[in-house]
């Protein structure tokens, strides 16, 4: 695996090999989530480009950029090990070489947006579009492998391609769960062990959910307010808990639906997602 800091030296790995290109971008901290998005790269490319890079422009403030896990020395090695052709771990400058922050950025506007995390992470997604396409634009990959437990994010990419006309195909890759359910994320470093035993309860909270749904309750305001109050009486700090459709639209009596959570658990924010009914995302 060829490891690349440059837009040059990225050029360059790229320049000798032919095929198509998927990218898989990520924030490092890389667990067995992260390494079957690359193997679903590698299943639909010919070339796997992951890059590591902690984006300051998604962080709002008060969030946990200075203190966002990185380890770039054994993500390497992971990548290596999964399949990666080319690391590209970029710094903060090669990003935005022009000053920080940049100039111009990537703003979507509407609902999709200005919901769920928008509206709790307000610039939030004008930091990952951003980002993206400048990733987009560097590597020019024929297609990009993202997880679906940012659900919200999924939709937002797939989103900006589609109005910007970019040539890359979206991919989503399910979730990656460890035994108990809870949802693999780099955060999840963050919890103690007691705070550890009571994340599952997340993912058991969207299960009782989607088990009212398929039982035929409609009162999807009333459904979230109770899964709400459970998280709380878990031990919990909900920021939402949503029934959507998978366009992250009102819900549809009859779905499919995706069902959409974040949440405080002491510092911790641990986000999650369940599709429920039909498949919620191409790919």
Same mark, same amino acid.
């Not at 006309?165 to 919890?191: F, H, K």
């Given at each position: 695996?060829?490891?690349?800091?440059?837009?040059?030296?990225?050029?360059?790995? +790229? $320049?000798?090999?032919?095929?198509?290109?998927?990218?898989?971008?990520?924030?490092?901290? @890389?667990? %067995?989530?992260?390494?079957?998005?690359?193997?679903?790269?590698?299943?639909? $490319?010919?070339?796997?480009?992951?890059?590591?890079?902690?984006?300051?422009?998604?962080?709002?403030?008060?969030?946990?950029?200075?203190?966002?896990?990185?380890?770039?020395?054994?993500?390497? *090695?992971?990548?290596?090990?999964? =399949?990666?052709?080319?690391?590209? $771990?970029?710094?903060?400058?090669?990003?935005?070489?022009?000053?920080?922050?940049?100039?111009? &950025?990537?703003?979507?506007?509407?609902?999709?947006?200005?919901?769920?995390?928008?509206?709790?992470?307000?610039?939030?997604?004008?930091?990952?579009?951003?980002?993206?396409?400048?990733?987009?634009?560097?590597?020019?990959?024929?297609?990009?492998?993202?997880?679906?437990?940012?659900?919200?994010? @999924?939709?937002?990419?797939?989103?900006?391609?589609?109005?910007?006309?970019?040539?890359?195909?979206?991919?989503?890759?399910?979730?990656?769960?460890?035994?108990?359910?809870?949802?693999?994320?780099?955060?999840?470093?963050?919890?103690?062990?007691?705070?550890?035993?009571?994340?599952?309860? +997340?993912?058991?909270?969207?299960?009782?959910? $989607?088990?009212? @749904? &398929?039982?035929?309750?409609?009162?999807?305001?009333?459904?979230?307010?109770?899964?709400?109050? =459970?998280?709380?009486? #878990?031990?919990? #700090?909900?920021?939402?808990? *949503?029934?959507?459709?998978?366009?992250?639209? *009102?819900?549809?009596?009859?779905?499919?639906?995706?069902? @959409? %959570?974040?949440?405080?658990?002491?510092?911790?924010?641990?986000?999650?997602?369940?599709?429920?009914?039909?498949?919620?995302?191409?790919?």
């Amino acid at each position: 695996m060829q490891r690349c800091e440059t837009p040059a030296a990225l050029r360059a790995a +790229l $320049a000798g090999r032919g095929g198509r290109v998927a990218l898989v971008p990520t924030m490092g901290s @890389l667990h %067995a989530g992260h390494l079957r998005l690359v193997e679903r790269a590698r299943e639909a $490319a010919d070339v796997v480009v992951a890059s590591v890079f902690v984006n300051p422009l998604q962080f709002g403030r008060g969030e946990d950029y200075a203190c966002y896990p990185r380890a770039l020395e054994a993500d390497a *090695a992971q990548l290596g090990q999964a =399949g990666a052709d080319v690391l590209f $771990a970029p710094s903060v400058e090669t990003i935005y070489p022009h000053g920080y922050p940049p100039a111009t &950025t990537v703003q979507l506007a509407g609902e999709l947006v200005d919901s769920l995390e928008g509206a709790h992470r307000p610039g939030h997604f004008t930091g990952v579009a951003t980002v993206v396409n400048i990733l987009f634009n560097l590597v020019q990959p024929a297609v990009a492998v993202l997880g679906e437990k940012d659900y919200q994010q @999924l939709c937002v990419i797939r989103r900006m391609v589609a109005d910007l006309g970019l040539a890359v195909e979206i991919l989503g890759q399910p979730t990656v769960r460890a035994a108990d359910g809870l949802a693999l994320s780099s955060r999840n470093r963050y919890l103690g062990a007691v705070e550890r035993a009571v994340a599952p309860r +997340l993912y058991q909270a969207l299960r009782a959910l $989607a088990e009212r @749904l &398929t039982a035929g309750q409609r009162d999807f305001t009333a459904l979230e307010r109770q899964a709400v109050a =459970g998280l709380r009486t #878990a031990g919990f #700090a909900p920021d939402y808990v *949503a029934v959507r459709d998978p366009q992250l639209r *009102a819900p549809a009596e009859r779905g499919p639906w995706v069902l @959409l %959570a974040a949440a405080r658990l002491g510092g911790t924010r641990l986000l999650d997602c369940l599709r429920v009914g039909a498949p919620a995302v191409n790919g």
